[in-house]
């Protein structure tokens, strides 16, 4: 039975490719022309129900629903942010949560998505990770996160997404093969139709996956969470640290980049009395020269409940970011969005 078959064992019809539903509707003595119709209701059109599928009969219909699941995530809730940013809460067909963000700019208009309901790696100043991972987000869920993200954009924002971020809760290179197979339906003509270009998968830092990345030439962009400039900082507020050093990081992103030559980014978390002195920066400015990435984002720190940690001062910030740019580092500071709903970087936790 397959993982995400119900008790009766009937499979989710969005888990068979294009050529097992043409076998199944071969089998069914229907012309081969109907996998292609609901191939295109199931992905293109994004239908949520077999009675939507308006082009097949009543009678085939029903022999669907029958031989077939078709789970969809639905959204939950939503909260917008005097900014614009909208957080919604989505619902898995047996109710598990988890969570996603819209971000308008002038210039772009980005979903935020999740790869895992919970997440396991337990990073000190992430609320998710205060949540115990349940399960692994299946692809079509995740393409469902999108799809719902890009209804919202165009209504609320009268405009399409441009972007995706794998941003949200979990640790998308732990859940390898459903973030692959979400990219490849979104990004795919019959799917979304989205550039792999416009799409980032963020990384707290699992060294062998990243150069599986690269040995699947995968056409996406990558980001590092790297928020400390040495080991001994990192293993403080990353535990995925104690197993995935710096070296071992440094090395699988330069292979990556050998074998993809796609965009790197380092992001990176200020923290109040713990990266965010010179000598960090000086940390920093001597890592990214190791490391063959484009751009370094300065995040501002969004305090959390369960965690100690701060924001620095603006000072602070300020003579950090300067160091940067005098030592010639692509680096960028990011505003947080959406903090009044607890929808920034790190603030993730289904509490809607
Ligand atoms: S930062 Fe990412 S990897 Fe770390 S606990 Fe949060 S969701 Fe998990």
């Given at each position: 039975?397959?993982?995400?078959?119900?008790?009766?064992?009937?499979r989710n019809?969005?888990?068979?490719?294009?050529?097992?539903?043409?076998?199944y509707?071969?089998?069914?003595?229907?012309p081969?022309?109907?996998?292609?119709?609901?191939?295109?209701?199931?992905?293109?059109?994004?239908?949520?129900?077999?009675?939507?599928?308006?082009?097949?009969?009543?009678?085939?219909?029903?022999?669907?629903?029958?031989?077939?699941?078709?789970?969809?995530?639905?959204?939950?809730?939503t909260?917008?942010?005097?900014?614009g940013?909208?957080?919604?809460?989505?619902?898995?067909?047996?109710?598990?949560?988890c969570?996603?963000v819209?971000?308008?700019?002038?210039?772009?208009?980005?979903?935020?998505?999740s790869?895992?309901i919970?997440?396991?790696?337990a990073?000190?100043?992430?609320?998710?990770?205060?949540?115990?991972?349940?399960?692994?987000?299946?692809?079509?869920?995740?393409?469902d996160?999108?799809?719902?993200l890009?209804?919202?954009?165009?209504r609320?924002?009268?405009?399409?997404?441009t972007?995706?971020?794998?941003?949200?809760?979990?640790?998308?290179?732990?859940?390898?093969?459903?973030?692959?197979?979400?990219i490849?339906?979104i990004?795919?003509p019959?799917?979304?139709g989205?550039?792999?270009?416009?799409?980032?998968?963020?990384?707290?830092?699992?060294a062998?996956?990243?150069?599986?990345?690269?040995?699947?030439?995968?056409k996406?962009?990558?980001?590092?969470?790297?928020?400390?400039?040495?080991?001994?900082?990192?293993n403080?507020?990353?535990?995925?640290?104690?197993?995935?050093?710096?070296?071992?990081?440094v090395?699988?992103?330069?292979?990556?980049?050998?074998?993809?030559?796609?965009?790197?980014?380092?992001?990176?978390?200020?923290?109040?009395?713990?990266?965010?002195?010179?000598?960090?920066a000086?940390?920093l400015?001597?890592?990214?020269r190791?490391?063959?990435?484009?751009?370094?984002?300065i995040?501002?720190y969004?305090?959390?409940?369960?965690?100690k940690?701060e924001?620095?001062?603006?000072?602070?910030?300020?003579?950090?970011?300067g160091?940067?740019?005098?030592?010639r580092?692509?680096?960028?500071?990011?505003?947080?969005?959406?903090?009044?709903?607890?929808?920034a970087?790190?603030?993730l936790?289904?509490?809607?």
């Amino acid at each position: 039975m397959s993982a995400t078959a119900n008790s009766k064992g009937v499979r989710n019809i969005r888990e068979l490719s294009l050529d097992e539903l043409t076998q199944y509707f071969e089998v069914m003595g229907e012309p081969k022309f109907r996998a292609k119709q609901v191939w295109e209701w199931l992905w293109a059109k994004q239908a949520h129900s077999f009675s939507a599928m308006t082009n097949l009969s009543k009678e085939l219909r029903q022999k669907l629903g029958e031989h077939f699941t078709l789970p969809v995530l639905t959204i939950d809730a939503t909260q917008q942010s005097s900014d614009g940013t909208v957080k919604s809460r989505f619902r898995t067909h047996e109710g598990h949560l988890c969570e996603g963000v819209l971000i308008p700019t002038e210039e772009r208009f980005t979903a935020c998505v999740s790869s895992q309901i919970g997440c396991s790696l337990a990073c000190k100043f992430c609320a998710t990770g205060y949540i115990d991972r349940k399960r692994n987000i299946d692809f079509d869920e995740i393409y469902d996160e999108v799809v719902l993200l890009n209804q919202q954009s165009e209504r609320i924002y009268g405009h399409k997404l441009t972007n995706i971020v794998f941003m949200g809760m979990g640790e998308p290179l732990l859940n390898y093969k459903n973030v692959l197979r979400a990219i490849e339906r979104i990004t795919a003509p019959d799917g979304l139709g989205m550039s792999p270009r416009r799409i980032t998968v963020s990384t707290a830092g699992v060294a062998k996956a990243i150069r599986q990345l690269g040995d699947d030439k995968v056409k996406f962009k990558l980001a590092l969470s790297l928020h400390a400039p040495n080991d001994a900082k990192r293993n403080e507020i990353m535990n995925i640290n104690a197993s995935n050093d710096l070296q071992s990081l440094v090395d699988a992103l330069n292979y990556f980049y050998q074998q993809t030559k796609n965009e790197i980014t380092l992001e990176y978390i200020l923290f109040k009395d713990f990266n965010d002195s010179q000598k960090d920066a000086e940390e920093l400015v001597k890592l990214y020269r190791r490391i063959p990435a484009d751009l370094v984002n300065i995040i501002e720190y969004n305090p959390i409940d369960l965690a100690k940690f701060e924001k620095p001062t603006e000072e602070m910030t300020d003579a950090f970011m300067g160091y940067l740019a005098k030592n010639r580092v692509n680096a960028r500071l990011r505003r947080s969005r959406g903090k009044d709903i607890d929808a920034a970087c790190g603030q993730l936790a289904n509490k809607n």
